[in-house]
């Protein structure tokens, strides 16, 4: 069996191997973990074993984790939702017309620089401290780079590909929906997932003030009582829903964008 054939520049690979590579480094990153809780004799208020973490969530999963997961989920997706519905139509315009880049861009790009969590303590004075608050981070933190970020996919669709379109007689309105949008739309798919991945983090950043729900209240209140396992429970359910949420995405991708295949 050549091996070197795995190792080309951007060549594919079987998914069989993908997915074993993929646990292979969940399982490296476990034993990491346990070897610094035995060999280096880390303190469990620094670094609790695998097993304690384990235990933590079992626990937790009786009082209250499955509550805290749904009510960030929904901040998430709410948020998401909103700055995609705005923010796809706004960035593709913007990518298909210069006045409305020359008219947009400055400004979204001055607000793009600064941070989300600046802008809690104002959400606060604006939204109060209920789910409006938390799902206005969520938004204000996505938004912007979100919009530019789709733009910027707009733009790169091939010129060739407009020119010959406008050479056989295509008008502007059926060039947008027969060239522009459909070669687009990969790039749009794979920026929302990424987004996806930011709006996890503001949610995070929303619920560590003036909240008493989701996993930031989580992890926040784990803090308060120096429960280090809790506040792995918390912390790793994050990473476990981004997971699931960036696999869905995949799959929504190959289904909508089948031709553009890019397996692993």
């Not at 709410?78 to 796809?88: E, K, N, P």
């Not at 620089?113 to 206005?136: D, H, N, R, V």
Request: aromatic share 12%.
């Amino acid at each position: 069996m050549k091996l070197g054939k795995y190792f080309k520049l951007n060549a594919p690979i079987p998914g069989t191997l993908y997915l074993g590579l993929s646990i292979a480094a969940f399982a490296l990153l476990l034993l990491i973990w346990q070897l610094g809780v035995t060999v280096g004799h880390l303190p469990p208020s620094h670094l609790p074993a695998p097993a304690a973490v384990a235990r933590a969530a079992m626990e937790l999963a009786g009082d209250g984790l499955v509550n805290d997961i749904g009510i960030s989920f929904f901040r998430v997706t709410t948020g998401f939702l909103l700055a995609a519905l705005i923010g796809v139509p706004l960035g593709i315009l913007m990518g298909s017309l210069k006045v409305a880049e020359a008219f947009f861009e400055p400004m979204l790009a001055f607000f793009r620089y600064m941070p989300a969590s600046a802008f809690i303590p104002l959400t606060i004075i604006w939204l109060s401290i209920f789910e409006t608050q938390k799902i206005g981070v969520v938004f204000i933190g996505i938004f912007f780079q979100l919009v530019l970020m789709i733009m910027d996919v707009t733009h790169n669709v091939p010129q060739d590909l407009i020119d010959t379109a406008y050479t056989l007689g295509a008008r502007p309105g059926e060039v947008f929906r027969r060239v522009i949008l459909p070669a687009a739309m990969p790039g749009i798919m794979d920026t929302l997932r990424v987004a996806l991945g930011w709006a996890w983090t503001y949610v995070i950043v929303a619920e560590l003030v003036a909240a008493n729900s989701g996993l930031g209240f989580l992890i926040m209140n784990a803090g308060r009582q120096l429960s280090t396992p809790d506040m792995f429970v918390g912390i790793l359910t994050i990473g476990v829903l981004g997971i699931i949420c960036d696999m869905t995405f995949k799959a929504i991708y190959r289904w909508l964008f089948p031709w553009t295949e890019r397996e692993v």
